[in-house]
């Protein structure tokens, strides 16, 4: 299954530069990097990044992906957390988010 993590352009070409990422500065103060799925994703985009634009959307596998943690979060919907650095090798594809008339549009998810 794939989850997914946006990413603002800086903190995705930190993630190619080093290879490792501890995530974005909300996933460092929570200490687990926030994923969403396929049907959270756009509530996600909209939520906390209503209107920006240069954003980068990965995809990664959850086969093999530990420690990972589903646990509850927005009206009680299960997130997937990340309780280690991500890794560069973890991404399976990224693709530009870009905003058309303030809303993000997204890739075909599976």
Do not use: C, N
């Not at 687990?32 to 996600?44: L, R």
């Not at 980068?56 to 957390?81: M, Y």
């Amino acid at each position: 299954m794939l989850i997914y993590k946006i990413f603002r352009a800086d903190e995705w070409a930190q993630l190619q530069a080093e290879g490792v990422t501890e995530g974005a500065p909300i996933d460092v103060a929570d200490g687990y990097i926030h994923f969403s799925t396929a049907q959270t994703v756009a509530e996600t985009a909209a939520k906390y990044f209503a209107g920006e634009d240069g954003l980068v959307l990965l995809a990664v596998e959850t086969d093999g992906l530990t420690p990972l943690k589903w646990e509850p979060a927005r009206a009680g919907v299960l997130f997937p957390h990340l309780y280690r650095k991500m890794t560069l090798a973890d991404v399976v594809w990224s693709r530009a988010l870009p905003v058309v008339d303030g809303v993000h549009q997204f890739p075909k998810l599976s």
